[in-house]
């Protein structure tokens, strides 16, 4: 790892940061112990590539090396009547924690989302994660007190 003084940059991803995405997608599975493989990490990828107004990754790298990733992901509140956006798949390397990074691609993120237009921005965090809880609170982000619930729905037909 270089040195933390060294200029930080958040950019978009391009189609050459396919396999540095999906090892960064596979170390976020594994941290939340979420089974996955990688076709379906490099189909991921291609989505966002695909439909960049839908789902979109930025990268933060320092010395041509990424160290980070999130991605903004567009959906619509009827409520509102308005787009809204949700910040996935956050992730920084573990030996570039607490140099900018994250604060670098929330930044990012968070001013794409006011470009757009966006009526409000969401995210998903463990409530175990205290540490990137008290992040996210930082920038104003509060509990929503709503609860995730989830269903897997497969592929199976009928």
């Known amino acids: 790892m270089t040195a933390q003084g060294t200029a930080l940059l958040v950019r978009w991803a391009t189609r050459w940061d396919r396999e540095p995405a999906i090892q960064l997608m596979a170390a976020l599975a594994d941290q939340h112990e979420v089974s996955t493989d990688l076709d379906t990490l490099r189909e991921a990828f291609e989505f966002a590539l695909r439909n960049p107004e839908e789902y979109r990754f930025a990268f933060a790298e320092r010395d041509r090396q990424i160290i980070g990733m999130a991605a903004l992901h567009r959906s619509y509140t009827s409520w509102h009547g308005r787009l809204r956006g949700t910040i996935e798949d956050v992730y920084v ?66």
């Open 93 to 158: 390397v573990e030996e570039a924690r607490r140099s900018g990074a994250a604060t670098a691609l929330f930044e990012f993120l968070h001013g794409e989302a006011r470009r757009r237009g966006y009526w409000s921005l969401s995210l998903d965090v463990l409530e175990s994660n205290e540490s990137a809880r008290a992040f996210y609170e930082r920038f104003g982000m509060k509990n929503s007190g709503y609860l995730v619930y989830e269903m897997e729905l497969g592929t199976e037909e009928g």
